[in-house]
Structure formats: structure tokens, C-alpha cells
């Protein structure tokens, strides 16, 4: 029973951890691929200044180092993206936008996580078309077809604008993004905002896992004074705060596991203790050391932590396939227009972790009882029940 316990804990643990890990690991993909890219190229100082005055750090269009930064090994896709700001207007309706003027061919693999709610996808750099964000489309009372009419001040301070129709409307995991943003041809960009180049390059990798070593290998072909490499987990605010709400909460349930595995292991060694006191009394009078009797009680705490570690992790690993095989269906999450289906992420690490917690608590566990046990009287030990 005590070994049960043990396994049935770390089975919480990896359950509540790895459906925490499988939550990380999507909304880190979603928001590499809807909005950040594995890293950004930019002009050192623009995500500090750039806000103000993002014209006076842009990109050229073509470039050696954008060649450079293609013959990377994990290279997958590079797309340049023109940042700018203004109003959308349609009839009495006017809103403002923070919009990205991209190449939807060069885009596409970046933006993959990007669901095209209704209408269709930007298809052409050169486009007189617009993507709105599902909840600005809402807000704006605008339907595929619709015609609206972007405003912005231009790169030299001169009023700018042009009339585009919306080809369709776009949601990513991030509702408050998609309440303000819109997606523009980056050609069409240029011209109202009457600029060449980009603001960013955003560089897409064939696996997360390789992203400090390309920006390590790019950093050495780049001039520090010209251009400034950014990784994606450097921008993603919403992420890293989430990551580490959702890390103590972990915490937290590693912790009342850990608790009552100690309090019922130490409980089973004690009334294991007591049922054997006079074996103990015997041990010890035939001449047994008392330090002999102490690792006895110890090794038998940490083999029920051994055992119970091992089953747990081969039970939870069995029920997070089970379970991620039917789905967990979710609610809309804070910051997020729909629900999905969860399912429960067992990495190796959080195996091991599950595997330790069991082996250190019940070796503790342990350490009270034994000692209890080697301190024993032997008069009183052997005439224990008579």
C-alpha cells in the first residue's frame, strides 16, 4: 500500500506537470509561428526606440546578410515585415491599428499558426487587399469584400492613405492581438507609408531547440553595429510571464505530493517499527550494530521509493497516452478567443523529477522511524508484548 501511494503521487505529478509541459510547448510554437519567428533581425535600438520613430531604423529590401542568414543550416524561411500604425476607417467608423506590412509568399511559413477565420489569405506582396484581426474586423463591423480605408502618417510626416478590401480575417493565440492588428501587402505598405526596406526580418528554423545556436553562428557573419538579432523568447512578454505563473503552480503540486508521501511513508516505517520491537530487541542483543539497524529501516524506506518511483513513472506515462489520445476538452483560456482539446506532455525531464521526488521523500521519510528503531532499549525491546 505504501509503494501505491508513492506511485499514485508521482502519477499526479507528471499528470498535472505534463499537461502544464504540452501548454508550454503549443503556445511556444504558436507564438514562434503566428507572430515572432525562432528570431528577428532589426537596427540596434529599435524595439527601445524604434516605437517613436521606426522609419529611421529600416532594413534594406535585398541584402548580402539576408543571403548569409539563408545558408544557415537550420535555415527554414526569412521574411521581412514593415511595422507602422494608423486608422481604419470604413463609413462613420474609424479605429486605430497596429498593423505588419509582410510578403504573404515569404510569410507563409513563418505565419503557419495563423488561422484564416473567413475569406481567404494574402496573396500577393503587391495586393490592394487587407487581413483584419478577427476581433478589429468585429469591431469594425467589416466582412470579406468590404471596402476600408487605411490612414497613417507617412515615414517624412505627410498624411498618407490608401483604400484596400478586406480579404479576410485572421486569429492567432493572442485575443488582445488580434483586437488591434491587421496585415497589409508589405508593396502596398511602402507606399503609404512612402518608405524602401523593412523594420524587421523574421528568420524561421526547422527546430526551436536550434535557435541559440543559429543566432550564435549568424552573430559572428553580422556587424553588432548594424544589425541587433533578437530571439523569439526575448519577445514573447505574455509567454515568459505565463511560463512562470504556471512553473509555481507546478511547484506548488510537487510540493503537497512530496508532504504526503513523507507523512504516510514515515506513518508505514513507524507501525513497521513497532510491530517488530522485540525482532529488533533480538537484533540488537546478538550483537547487531545500531547503526546496522538504522540502514536497515532506511534502505527499506528508499526501496519503497525506488519501486514506487519506477511504477509511477510507467503509469503515468500510460495514462497521459490514454488521456492525450481522447483530448482534454479546455475553455478559452485568459487572452485567447477559443477553447482546445489538451492533452498531457510526459518529457524525460519531468520523469526524472517525478522519479526523485519519490526516492528523496521516502528516503526521508525514512530517517525518523530508523532512527527511532537503532535507539531502541534491548530489556524493553525484548519483553515488548509480554
Known amino acids: 500500500m505504501a509503494t501505491l501511494t508513492v506511485a499514485f503521487g508521482i502519477v499526479a505529478f507528471l499528470l498535472a506537470g505534463g499537461f502544464i509541459a504540452w501548454v508550454f510547448e503549443q503556445m511556444r510554437e504558436a507564438t514562434i509561428h503566428s507572430q515572432l519567428g525562432h528570431f528577428q533581425i532589426v537596427r540596434p535600438g529599435f524595439f527601445e526606440k524604434g516605437i517613436a520613430d521606426p522609419y529611421a531604423y529600416l532594413l534594406p529590401d535585398q541584402s548580402v546578410e539576408q543571403q548569409k542568414v539563408e545558408r544557415l543550416e537550420s535555415f527554414k524561411g526569412l521574411a521581412p515585415r514593415l511595422t507602422f500604425s494608423g486608422l481604419v476607417s470604413r463609413g462613420e467608423t474609424t479605429i486605430a491599428f497596429i498593423g505588419d506590412g509582410i510578403d504573404p509568399v515569404r510569410e507563409k511559413p513563418i505565419s503557419s499558426s495563423v488561422t484564416v477565420v473567413s475569406g481567404h489569405d494574402l496573396k500577393d506582396a503587391n495586393e490592394r487587399a487587407v487581413l483584419l484581426?478577427?476581433?478589429?474586423?468585429?469591431?469594425?463591423?467589416?466582412?470579406?469584400?468590404?471596402?476600408?480605408?487605411?490612414?497613417?502618417?507617412?515615414?517624412?510626416?505627410?498624411?498618407?492613405?490608401?483604400?484596400?478590401?478586406?480579404?479576410g480575417t485572421f486569429a492567432t493565440s493572442a485575443k488582445e492581438y488580434d483586437d488591434s492588428a491587421l496585415r497589409l501587402p508589405i508593396g502596398v505598405a511602402r507606399r503609404l507609408m512612402k518608405v524602401q526596406g523593412a523594420t524587421s526580418w523574421v528568420v524561421?528554423?526547422?527546430?526551436?531547440?536550434?535557435?541559440?545556436?543559429?543566432?550564435?553562428?549568424?552573430?559572428?557573419?553580422?556587424?553588432?553595429?548594424?544589425?541587433?538579432?533578437?530571439?523569439?523568447?526575448?519577445?514573447?512578454?505574455?509567454?515568459?510571464?505565463?511560463?512562470?505563473?504556471?512553473?509555481?503552480?507546478?511547484?506548488?503540486?510537487?510540493?503537497?505530493?512530496?508532504?504526503?508521501?513523507?507523512?504516510?511513508?514515515?506513518?508505514?516505517?513507524?507501525?513497521?517499527?513497532?510491530?517488530?520491537?522485540?525482532?529488533?530487541?533480538?537484533?540488537?542483543?546478538?550483537?547487531?550494530?545500531?547503526?546496522?539497524?538504522?540502514?536497515?529501516?532506511?534502505?527499506?524506506?528508499?526501496?519503497?521509493?525506488?519501486?514506487?518511483?519506477?511504477?509511477?513513472?510507467?503509469?503515468?506515462?500510460?495514462?497521459?497516452?490514454?488521456?492525450?489520445?481522447?483530448?482534454?476538452?479546455?475553455?478559452?483560456?485568459?487572452?485567447?478567443?477559443?477553447?482546445?482539446?489538451?492533452?498531457?506532455?510526459?518529457?524525460?525531464?519531468?520523469?526524472?523529477?517525478?522519479?526523485?521526488?519519490?526516492?528523496?521523500?521516502?528516503?526521508?521519510?525514512?530517517?525518523?522511524?530508523?532512527?527511532?528503531?537503532?535507539?531502541?532499549?534491548?530489556?524493553?525491546?525484548?519483553?515488548?508484548?509480554?
Open 204 to 386: 524561421l528554423l526547422d527546430d526551436t531547440k536550434k535557435t541559440d545556436t543559429a543566432i550564435a553562428t549568424i552573430s559572428d557573419q553580422l556587424p553588432a553595429k548594424e544589425f541587433e538579432i533578437v530571439p523569439w523568447h526575448a519577445l514573447a512578454d505574455f509567454y515568459n510571464k505565463t511560463v512562470v505563473l504556471f512553473s509555481k503552480q507546478v511547484s506548488v503540486v510537487k510540493f503537497i505530493i512530496g508532504v504526503i508521501i513523507v507523512l504516510t511513508i514515515s506513518n508505514t516505517l513507524m507501525m513497521s517499527v513497532l510491530e517488530r520491537t522485540t525482532e529488533i530487541g533480538t537484533s540488537l542483543a546478538i550483537g547487531q550494530r545500531r547503526a546496522t539497524i538504522l540502514r536497515m529501516f532506511v534502505a527499506e524506506g528508499t526501496l519503497i521509493g525506488i519501486v514506487g518511483g519506477l511504477l509511477g513513472v510507467l503509469l503515468g506515462y500510460a495514462f497521459a497516452s490514454a488521456i492525450s489520445a481522447v483530448g482534454i476538452p479546455m475553455p478559452p483560456p485568459p487572452g485567447m478567443a477559443r477553447g482546445f482539446m489538451g492533452e498531457i506532455l510526459v518529457v524525460p525531464g519531468l520523469a526524472v523529477d517525478g522519479f526523485v521526488l519519490a526516492l528523496i521523500t521516502t528516503f526521508a521519510a525514512s530517517l525518523l522511524p530508523a532512527w527511532k528503531a537503532s535507539r531502541m532499549n534491548i530489556v524493553d525491546a525484548l519483553r515488548y508484548n509480554q
Open 133 to 167: 484581426g478577427e476581433g478589429l474586423a468585429a469591431a469594425m463591423g467589416v466582412k470579406v469584400g468590404d471596402m476600408v480605408v487605411l490612414l497613417a502618417t507617412a515615414a517624412n510626416g505627410s498624411p498618407s492613405a490608401v483604400e484596400v478590401v478586406v480579404a
